[in-house]
């Protein structure tokens, strides 16, 4: 993907090649400018590649679509609507029935902590409380692929723990399959089934790993997860590999 024309042109992807399956958990972690949000905006069709394609299901992306949900690296919410209304703007685009529409909202904004502030404005919403809200907005659509940007960069450490949890109880239970973008490696080691390493620009994969934890049965201690031998020998390579390219 290169950006611009000429001497100005700015060089953001090269020679990217990823793919991933339904119902992985696709985590990408890279230094700032490396060009993660610009891969993602060409899986969500805001961006049309330079050269090469991105396929979904055999098929090239060329717009956005509903069966791919975006939440951006800032909330981008409607400053007119309520808490409930920008919950529930997809549905409401595509006619569904507005009983049907509620519960389905109030139950998302329940599992988020945010019912209690259905009738409220964005701008009377903390930072915190937008982006969780920008999730909201995104799930409810059920999305087949979900694209998210940094999404738990403006939260709180414990917040951020139980929004993990909630991400992952819907992945886990739908099917769907998401692509994260994250700056926190232990983040993405955490959630992802694979963690998706970028080098500085121009942004190009340095190594995808497989990553176990995700995936491991039975009752997830996030504590004892994160605190194991061989997360941590995990988490410790992955920075190897970002600090080694940074260097380098
Ligand atoms: N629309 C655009 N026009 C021109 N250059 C762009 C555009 N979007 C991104 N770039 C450039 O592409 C490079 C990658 O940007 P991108 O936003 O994808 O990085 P990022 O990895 O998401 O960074 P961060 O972690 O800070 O969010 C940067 O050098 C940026 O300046
Ligand atoms: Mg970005």
Redesign the pocket.
């Known amino acids: ?1 290169v ?2 024309k000429g001497p100005a042109a ?1 060089q ?2 090269q020679e990217i090649s990823l793919s991933f399956g339904k119902g992985d958990f696709v985590c990408v972690v ?12 060409t899986l969500a069709g805001f ?1 049309q590649p330079t050269t090469g394609t991105v396929t979904v299901d055999g098929r090239a992306i060329a717009a956005p679509g509903p069966e791919r949900g975006v939440v951006f ?1 800032q909330p981008a919410l409607f400053p007119w609507r309520t808490v409930e209304a920008n919950a529930g703007f997809g549905p409401e685009m595509r006619g569904e029935d507005p009983m049907h529409r509620r519960g389905r909202v109030e139950s998302w904004l329940r599992r988020v902590g945010l019912l209690e502030f259905r009738h409220r404005y964005p701008y009377e919403l903390s930072g915190g409380m937008q982006q969780r809200l920008a999730i909201v907005r995104a799930l409810v659509n059920e999305p087949l692929l979900l694209l998210m ?2 999404p738990f960069g403006a939260l709180d450490a414990l917040t951020r723990e139980k929004m993990q949890e909630e991400l992952h109880a819907v992945w886990r239970s739908s099917g769907m399959t998401v692509l994260f ?1 994250t ?1 926190s490696v232990e983040e993405a080691v955490y959630l992802g089934t694979q963690v998706v390493v ?1 080098s500085p ?1 121009p ?1 190009r994969i340095i190594e995808s790993i497989m990553t176990p934890f995700a995936r491991q049965e039975g009752e997830r201690d996030i504590r004892a997860i994160k605190s194991s031998p061989a997360f941590v020998a995990m988490r410790e390579h992955i920075l190897g590999l970002i600090w080694g390219s940074a260097e380098g």
């Open positions: 993907m950006f611009g700015v953001a992807l890279g230094p700032s400018g490396c060009g993660k949000t610009t891969l993602m905006q961006l690296q940007d940094e973008i700056h970028m620009r942004g």
